[in-house]
């Protein structure tokens, strides 16, 4: 048995569920997207009873900056799904038994358009996404445009689409906006959508959500027995100013592991690391695990599935202010080629592109890649600025070839897809998606 709080925004319970077997470790990872102050750090606040927006800007201007992260149970008792978050105190009285049923780890991806990296990053490890539409507002604005152009080009196939804030708006205004976003979604082939409303004030909305992410969201155990493969979201300095020397501590990483499983001690590399842009070589960066813990447990393994942090014996000057953000890590030598130049295929998302004036541009200069451009590509949680050399022109107008160099040296492997953003109007804009192909790689010290 395990206490647990049950968090009803109202109250706290304490309770006690069953079955915390192996499955505790199996968790799911869940994205949020949506429009800056459409409710998703909100949400994830009525679900977890957690604030993710930590830092100090964060709570002075209400957005999120930084990736939000937090962990969940999922209960059920008597059909009723409900969320929990844990208690290490054990004096708690307990008064109701519930049934584990799922583990949750949200990730929380800003809305704001100048955030669209991060956004990127935080959707590129999870299993499934949640998409928020404030129902007080007009859908089909510039910023939900990105996050659903972002949507299209993950893998992620299966969305739960949660209409915000029914309190504000009238029922004839949420039925309109519930059809158009029915007609909008659905003609976006390949994916599954599931629509619920939702307001903070009324939390008995969220058991039938719940349920929804614990029956359509996987976390398929078959990759754990594949090669290691994990994604850097973040990376932190835990030592405090003015700390005794003998007592700093290695830099910690949050990672989100892909494939494959990994234990403490066991030795890791990770690469580019350290760059010499003089040079144009790179050196990595080999370290081993002192711990590899959560938001609730300290683990000697784990599998994949979920966010967690690992204290490294690295220098914390590598490691603070997410320095390793966008470096690749894995087994020793199992690690892909570290990229200066880069050719890919690439494909623009023509029927998706938005403009001011709420039209559909189909052919438009905004919408080519030039020579001397520059772009920005997205790898995972990787982001990385590159001009381009040359453009390669095939017979469909619609697939062409560039050849890039990139000012930050990207770790990937080939025939991997990645999305590709544009300057238009001062602001990066999703333009398309591409397959990576070929490259020049740089040498290792």
Request: with cysteine; aromatic share 12%.
């Amino acid at each position: 048995m395990l206490s647990v709080y049950f968090c009803n925004n109202h109250s706290v319970i304490p309770v006690v569920i069953f079955q915390p077997t192996i499955s505790l470790g199996i968790k799911k990872n869940i994205g949020t997207l949506g429009n800056v102050s459409h409710g998703k750090t909100t949400f994830i606040y009525s679900v977890t009873g957690i604030r993710t927006n930590k830092f100090k800007n964060e709570l002075l201007q209400n957005i999120t900056v930084k990736l939000g992260y937090c962990d969940c149970f999922i209960l059920k008792r008597h059909g009723n799904f409900l969320s929990s978050y844990i208690t290490t105190n054990k004096s708690l009285n307990v008064t109701k038994y519930y049934l584990f049923t799922n583990r949750i780890s949200f990730i929380d991806c800003p809305g704001h358009d100048l955030l669209l990296s991060t956004m990127l990053g935080g959707i590129s490890v999870a299993n499934g996404v949640l998409f928020f539409i404030d129902s007080s507002s007009y859908f089909q604005k510039k910023q939900t445009f990105e996050h659903i152009k972002a949507l299209v080009l993950s893998p992620i196939k299966k969305v739960v689409i949660i209409q915000t804030k029914i309190d504000l708006a009238d029922t004839n205004k949420i039925m309109y906006q519930y059809i158009q976003l029915k007609n909008f979604f659905y003609s976006l082939k390949g994916f599954r959508f599931q629509f619920f409303p939702f307001s903070f004030l009324l939390p008995l909305h969220l058991s039938p959500i719940l349920k929804k992410i614990c029956k359509l969201f996987n976390n398929s155990m078959e990759r754990r027995y594949k090669e290691f493969d994990t994604v850097i979201i973040r990376s932190f300095n835990i030592n405090k100013p003015g700390r005794n020397t003998r007592d700093i501590l290695g830099g910690v990483i949050g990672v989100c592991i892909i494939s494959g499983n990994i234990s403490i001690n066991k030795n890791i590399e990770i690469r580019p690391g350290i760059v010499n842009y003089e040079k144009l070589t790179y050196k990595p960066i080999i370290t081993k695990f002192s711990n590899i813990s959560d938001m609730v447990y300290k683990y000697n393994s784990v599998i994949p599935g979920g966010l967690l942090s690992l204290k490294t014996n690295i220098s914390y000057q590598y490691s603070k202010g997410d320095l390793l953000v966008g470096n690749t890590m894995g087994c020793i030598g199992n690690l892909p080629h570290v990229y200066g130049y880069l050719k890919i295929k690439y494909k623009i998302l023509q029927k998706l592109y938005y403009s001011e004036n709420r039209h559909i541009i189909h052919h438009s200069n905004e919408l080519t890649v030039t020579k001397n451009e520059i772009l920005l590509i997205h790898y995972n949680s990787t982001s990385a600025n590159c001009l381009v050399i040359k453009v390669i022109v095939f017979q469909k107008k619609s697939k062409s070839a560039i050849l890039l160099k990139l000012y930050t040296p990207l770790c990937c492997n080939m025939n991997k897809k990645i999305a590709i953003s544009k300057l238009i109007n001062n602001k990066w804009n999703l333009l398309g998606w591409a397959v990576t192909n070929s490259g020049i790689t740089l040498e290792q010290e």
